[in-house]
């Protein structure tokens, strides 16, 4: 129970934040959704890189390095510390300034002005948060089962996820993104730091560095795991489309807006590909050192292990002591919360100013109701999906729907790389690439036996790929075939 | 808010920027683990490892000479973009 005692008062130090947070809030919508505009570079990196690394940056990492071996840090790591930063610099910061000369609160409001569309937003906005929920589902039903599994089944999946979503929700409620962004710089600092302090006391009890590497080469079956000979190329290099997706996060968006100013987005740029770095590392080298440690003549991990995933837990357990077996569950409880909380907040966010706002709010309606109408929604979203969560918490596969969502969001970049940089683009050919990227998604989804394939590639590569290509043809062709954009939407935006 | 240096920086650092994405797809290093860097690390993982150094290096150039220059309007927290290219 040493580790339930060690994430109660984690959670309860958070909700200590929340409350704090809820101190600096000046009460207008622009405050609750984009913290009035005035994250400074420290915060937004935090916010940035807490949102974009989930529980699998930790036990994902650790199982698929067990699995497959090293090949996972640049299938994912190096490839997004590459990627994620070219977002942050090509379309985060264009977005930030369009964001603040033309007042935007949601990527939806952009697209919407952008394409002189109202139809486009009413296209994009379920395809949008029909990928954020499964993707809030899998942070959720991680936190409830991690929590069962760590309290040994005293306490239920349902009480579990439900605590994580009413922490998440009073910091979320109360102090909006701003009180996202302090959770978020906290929560990261914890997950970082734990995982490193559990690489060098892990390492240490496997006899150092070297000697856990050499169990794995002299170990017949599992040495390969240490270069990549089993994962195909193509497959490693389509890869690298997958984080192409933070470009249209709508959460990671959200946070774009709340920048004080352009500077503020260079530390994001320049750390982010650190700060991968440093939590993928030591849980890449412990879930391929797993593969082969040995204790007392019996392997350190069953031989007969159903999930990959607890292998980070167990060898904290078998190695360590249950103190930093419980700091380690509450930085993997930070990871899945740093991520959910600006997921609940931008759906919120969207429901509030992209659906009632701007159908039902013509009338005048003052900031309290705003904020009051963004917290409503809030809450509606977080009981949704908890609500969800139960009710699919046995459904194996949902985990396997994680990176599907990214594969979508990564099928719209070109369309917003069109949106900021293409004069020529027109809105036929945006309808067009929101459709053929729908359409091809939905037709390798259902290839895949609806994800039930998790090693499904096509043409040789990752989905993505072809999604990536659809939609591109789509955009170029039907944007070239009809009339251009007016003058004044260019000048608008060029 | 830094101004472009000159021409020939930004291209350099978007060469940079593209020659990174190339070297991501390394099919070198791809069915040996030696030599083993600092003695534990098998050479492809330490490879991308340097890689993500590297790129963050690159990042901090793209920072210095192809950041965007952005006008800040009588609004401090409003901003423009003068060119429509971020970099």
Known sequence: ?????????????????????????????????????????????????????????????????????????????????????????????????????????????????????????????????????????????????????VSEGKVSFAAGSGAICVVVLIYVFSGGVRGTAWANCFQTLVFIALGIVTFFVISTKLGGFAAATQAVIDNEENAHKLARIKIPQLVFFSYML?????????????????????????????????????????????????????????????????????????????????????????????????SLDSQFLCIGSMFTNDIYLHYFGKKEISEKQKVL?????????????????????????????????????????????????????????????????????????????????????????????TMIIASTLALVVVSLVTRPPDESTLKKFF | MSAPKSNTARKLVWAAVIALIVLHQDFWFWDTYRPLVFGFMPIGLAYHVALSLVASVVWFLATKHCFPVVEKNDDSSTAESDSGQAG
């Not at chain 1, 029909?130 to 589902?137: A, D, I």
């Not at chain 1, 968006?253 to 740029?269: E, M, R, Y």
């Not at chain 1, 837990?313 to 930085?331: C, D, E, Q, R, Y």
């Open chain 1, 242 to 338: 997958i984080p192409l997706s933070v470009g249209m996060f709508p959460h990671i968006f959200q946070h774009w807006l709340t920048a004080k100013s352009a500077n503020s987005f260079k530390l994001a740029v320049v750390a982010h590909p650190l700060l991968i770095m440093l939590v993928w590392v030591p849980c890449v080298l412990i879930g391929t050192w797993a593969t082969s440690a040995v204790i007392n003549g019996e392997p350190l991990i069953p031989t007969d292990l159903k999930n990959a995933n607890d292998v980070l837990g167990i060898m904290v357990l078998k190695l360590s002591n249950p103190v930093l077996g419980g700091f380690l569950t509450a930085g993997i409880m930070a990871a899945i919360m740093s």
């Open chain 1, 1 to 149: 129970m040493t580790a339930i005692y060690i994430i109660a008062g984690y959670l309860v130090l958070l909700l200590l934040l929340g409350v704090y947070s809820n101190r600096s809030f000046k009460g207008t919508s622009q405050d609750y959704f984009l913290a009035s505009r005035g994250i400074g570079p420290f915060l937004l990196l935090m916010s940035l890189f807490g949102t974009t690394m989930t529980a699998f940056a930790l036990v994902g990492s650790t199982g698929a390095s067990f699995k497959g071996g090293i090949g996972i840090y640049g299938k994912l790591a190096s490839s997004s510390g590459i990627i994620h930063s070219l977002c942050f610099f090509v379309v985060g910061i264009k977005l930030w300034s369009l964001g603040a000369k033309h007042g935007y609160m949601t990527q939806i409001q952009f697209f919407r002005d952008r394409f002189n569309s109202d139809k486009l937003g009413l296209l994009l906005f379920p395809i949008i948060v029909g990928l954020v929920v499964p993707y809030l589902l899998v942070g959720i039903l991680g936190a409830g089962s991690t929590l069962t599994t």
């Open chain 1, 373 to 465: 109408t963004g917290r409503i929604f809030v809450v509606a979203v977080v009981l949704v999906t908890y609500l969800i969560a139960l009710y699919l918490k046995d459904t194996k596969g949902i985990f396997t729907l994680g990176v599907w969502c990214f594969s979508g969001f990564s099928a719209l970049f070109p369309l917003i790389v069109a949106a900021l940089y293409w004069k020529r683009v027109t809105t036929a050919g945006a309808f067009a690439s929101i459709l053929a990227a729908a359409v091809s998604w939905i037709w390798l989804f259902a290839n895949s036996n609806y994800g039930s394939d998790r090693s499904y590639i096509f043409l040789g590569m990752m989905p993505v790929a």
